[in-house]
């Protein structure tokens, strides 16, 4: 196969909750898996004769885990994961795309810093990712894990925190919201109880803190729009979506009008692919039409993993839900909902 994509073997299944399982990996050809706390892989499955993509996030942290990891939770009414769950066990081989995602530590730090964490449900798997990660290398920073479920028993990797929160009593503190809790005031997250939350947790300088959330989107959007009025600024805010439907809004937002011929030169793993795509074809579904393998997942403007960058030209971004207004300063575009505007356009992949 290309060499965009990887040939993994589940080492070992692990059951978190009821409805939740961990799978350790390691690569056939024995090489080790070069990724970031934080990130995801997408695997291709394949089902009734149809490739599907799924990315799920790292649980593991590199250098610190012996074996990338992933978990993952049963959704509701999905058959793919539904299918992973019943039917991958310790043995089968799985393909895969290289690890990516911009959920990420931007660098460790020697000076003293806040790190919130903040998490619904199965949107703890990053974030238990880089919490290990921050643990081991970061020793100056004071960790705030602020983990929401509707029960104890739901609880992914409880009883791996309560662990960790007993090995790093200095670094750590962790507060458990659940639903279902009729004995604590508060059960839930919500910008009432935010605001004081973070204000009261804060050790150190409010501009050095970072903040990572990651869980369904209106509790991201809500952490969100909080954190920004509270007067944090865009490069301390990280999420990481889950890949939703964004077929909808796509279609209200529409194509560009211009169907006039866009050159369009991608490059990609050393080599130069030229290709002629009209204005109003996206660049991916053009790309993936003409034969040339670019990495991609949601196809929605999601998750990333189709993030390349524009050296010349211009390209219109339909949908963004990953890029930061920095970021895309710097040229970074996403190719599945990325027009080419400009006649010639260069894309680094």
């Given at each position: 196969?290309?060499?965009?994509y990887i040939?993994?073997?589940?080492?070992?299944?692990?059951a978190?909750?009821?409805?939740?399982?961990?799978?350790?990996?390691?690569?056939?050809?024995?090489?080790?898996?070069?990724?970031q706390?934080?990130?995801?892989?997408?695997?291709?499955?394949?089902l009734?004769?149809?490739?599907?993509?799924r990315?799920?996030?790292?649980?593991?942290?590199p250098?610190?885990?012996?074996?990338p990891?992933?978990?993952?939770?049963e959704?509701?009414?999905?058959?793919?994961?539904?299918h992973?769950l019943?039917?991958?066990?310790?043995?089968?081989?799985?393909?895969?795309?290289?690890p990516?995602?911009?959920?990420?530590?931007?660098?460790?730090?020697s000076?003293?810093r806040?790190?919130?964490?903040?998490g619904?449900?199965s949107g703890i798997t990053?974030?238990?990712?880089l919490l290990?990660?921050?643990?081991?290398?970061?020793?100056?920073?004071?960790?705030?894990l602020?983990?929401?479920?509707?029960?104890?028993?739901r609880?992914?990797?409880?009883?791996?925190?309560?662990e960790?929160?007993?090995?790093?009593?200095?670094?750590?503190h962790?507060i458990?919201?659940?639903?279902?809790?009729?004995?604590?005031?508060v059960?839930?997250?919500?910008?009432?109880?935010?605001?004081p939350?973070v204000q009261?947790?804060?050790?150190?300088?409010?501009?050095?803190?970072?903040?990572?959330?990651?869980?369904?989107?209106?509790?991201?959007?809500?952490?969100?729009?909080t954190l920004?009025?509270?007067g944090?600024e865009?490069?301390?805010?990280h999420k990481?979506n889950?890949?939703?439907?964004?077929?909808?809004?796509?279609a209200?937002?529409?194509?560009?009008?211009?169907?006039?011929?866009?050159?369009?030169?991608?490059?990609?793993?050393?080599?130069?692919?030229k290709?002629?795509?009209?204005?109003?074809?996206?660049?991916?579904?053009?790309a993936?039409?003409q034969?040339?393998?670019?990495?991609?997942?949601c196809?929605?403007g999601v998750?990333?993993?189709?993030?390349?960058?524009?050296?010349k030209?211009?390209v219109?971004?339909?949908?963004n839900?990953v890029?930061?207004?920095k970021?895309?300063?710097?040229?970074?575009?996403?190719?599945?909902?990325?027009?080419?505007?400009?006649?010639a356009?260069v894309?680094?992949?």
């Amino acid at each position: 196969m290309d060499e965009l994509y990887i040939h993994l073997r589940i080492r070992e299944v692990i059951a978190e909750t009821q409805d939740a399982f961990t799978y350790r990996l390691e690569t056939i050809d024995g090489r080790p898996l070069a990724y970031q706390a934080g990130q995801f892989i997408t695997f291709l499955i394949y089902l009734h004769g149809t490739e599907y993509r799924r990315s799920y996030s790292f649980s593991s942290a590199p250098g610190i885990d012996p074996y990338p990891s992933v978990t993952i939770r049963e959704k509701q009414n999905g058959e793919i994961s539904r299918h992973i769950l019943h039917y991958w066990k310790a043995g089968d081989q799985v393909t895969a795309l290289l690890p990516s995602g911009r959920f990420t530590l931007p660098g460790h730090t020697s000076s003293p810093r806040d790190i919130f964490l903040l998490g619904a449900g199965s949107g703890i798997t990053p974030l238990f990712s880089l919490l290990k990660d921050i643990l081991h290398n970061e020793p100056g920073a004071h960790i705030k894990l602020i983990y929401s479920n509707t029960s104890e028993e739901r609880t992914i990797f409880h009883k791996h925190l309560q662990e960790l929160a007993k090995q790093f009593p200095q670094q750590l503190h962790i507060i458990l919201l659940f639903s279902n809790d009729s004995e604590h005031m508060v059960r839930r997250l919500s910008n009432l109880s935010l605001e004081p939350l973070v204000q009261q947790q804060l050790r150190y300088r409010a501009a050095d803190a970072q903040f990572f959330v990651c869980g369904p989107p209106e509790y991201m959007r809500m952490i969100l729009l909080t954190l920004t009025y509270m007067g944090f600024e865009e490069e301390q805010l990280h999420k990481e979506n889950f890949v939703v439907n964004t077929a909808p809004q796509l279609a209200r937002i529409g194509t560009p009008e211009d169907s006039s011929m866009k050159n369009v030169e991608l490059h990609l793993r050393g080599g130069v692919h030229k290709l002629s795509i009209p204005g109003n074809h996206n660049i991916l579904g053009e790309a993936l039409a003409q034969g040339i393998a670019i990495p991609y997942s949601c196809k929605g403007g999601v998750c990333g993993s189709c993030t390349a960058r524009c050296t010349k030209g211009e390209v219109w971004m339909a949908l963004n839900e990953v890029l930061t207004d920095k970021e895309i300063e710097q040229g970074f575009v996403l190719t599945c909902t990325g027009y080419a505007v400009s006649a010639a356009v260069v894309i680094e992949i």
